[in-house]
């Protein structure tokens, strides 16, 4: 089973960045995606990125709407790691953030659709 341990988070000032480390093991090449989701106090799970991680959309990346343009997702395969790069952050962006593997074929954002998932690593951005 693919583990993942994400680290980097932290507390920032608005308009900061932070650049979150997500570290894989196992069998990593059964993953097609790694995808990055959120989690504020009170509200749903959402998605923020993903990687294509194998396959034939292997390094295409989708983000949601309110982190396009922000956020960066990068990894490196051989290393067995995925990175989350976010700038100008905002208030709204504070949450636990959470590394995420997907391992059916056909690309999807949806948390369903993800299979082994980090612990998290906190996220606050104070104004």
């Known amino acids: 089973q693919v583990q993942l341990v994400e680290t980097g988070g932290g507390l920032v000032q608005a308009g900061g960045s932070l650049r979150l480390s997500c570290a894989a093991s196992?069998?990593?090449?059964?993953?097609?995606?790694m995808g990055w989701f959120r989690q504020a106090p009170g509200s749903e799970r959402e998605f923020v990125g993903q990687?294509?991680?194998?396959?034939?959309?292997?390094?295409?990346?989708d983000y949601a709407a309110s982190v396009r343009g922000r956020f960066t997702i990068s990894r490196d395969n051989a290393k067995n790691m995925v990175y989350l790069q976010m700038n100008n952050l905002k208030p709204e962006d504070t949450a636990v953030y959470y590394c995420?593997?997907?391992?059916?074929?056909?690309?999807?954002?949806?948390?369903?659709?993800?299979?082994?998932w980090g612990q998290g690593t906190q996220v606050t951005v104070s104004a």
């Open positions: 990687i294509g991680w194998s396959g034939w959309t292997a390094g295409r990346t």
């Open positions: 995420a593997a997907r391992f059916a074929r056909t690309w999807s954002n949806k948390e369903t659709d993800f299979g082994s």
């Open positions: 196992g069998p990593t090449f059964t993953a097609y995606g």
